[in-house]
């Protein structure tokens, strides 16, 4: 770098200085009025050697923050949050085996497969059903893996659980037992049971 030359100098005679009443060529970039933001890199204003020192000297990184906003800007680790997805233990991803969980790479990549093979299995699951049974298994709190005699058991206890004539004649769950009864006629005919 040549002695003459500052760091930041845009050399562009023909750019005159920002500041009021200043006849010098316009060679250091200074924050303008629009910041950067979603709409674009935001404005520069276009100041002389003096002036631009000018400003530093006066410009406040930290205007509008309060003190805890400040300190945290401060920090040696700021922008590098642990809680971010990608710095938390299980590296954001929900119920996957974590390297660090295994001595062997081999055994960590076997974990990850068999969730991947568990997750594939309750999808196939939950596809024998159409929307309608799947809306049907919901209202009876069953899952996609449930079988007939599964189902029938759930059936039992729900209804003794909100039937008037087995809860002591309390009739607030009549409208929850009509759904119940609904869905257990629609899966019981469901063609994921034969």
Request: aromatic share 10%; hydrophobic share 35%; charged share 30%.
């Amino acid at each position: 770098m040549r002695p003459d030359k500052f760091h930041g100098r845009y050399e562009n005679p023909g750019r005159p200085c920002a500041a009021a009443g200043c006849g010098e060529t316009g060679e250091f970039r200074a924050p303008g009025e629009r910041a950067p933001g979603f709409d674009g890199p935001g404005e520069w204003r276009w100041l002389c050697l003096d002036h631009v020192r000018e400003f530093n000297a006066g410009y406040d990184w930290f205007e509008g923050m309060t003190p805890d906003e400040i300190l945290a800007a401060q920090s040696p680790i700021a922008g590098w949050r642990p809680e971010t997805r990608a710095f938390r233990a299980d590296a954001g991803v929900d119920g996957v085996p974590r390297w660090a969980d295994f001595d062997d790479p081999l055994d960590a990549i076997g974990a990850r497969a068999a969730d991947i093979r568990a997750r594939a299995e309750g999808q196939r699951q939950a596809s024998r059903f159409t929307p309608r049974e799947r809306a049907a298994l919901e209202a009876m709190a069953l899952g996609p893996e449930t079988d007939l005699h599964g189902l029938r058991k759930r059936y039992s206890t729900l209804v003794r659980r909100y039937h008037p004539d087995r809860n002591g004649g309390d009739r607030s769950h009549e409208v929850r037992l009509q759904r119940v009864v609904e869905a257990y006629q629609l899966l019981r005919k469901a063609a994921a049971f034969g």
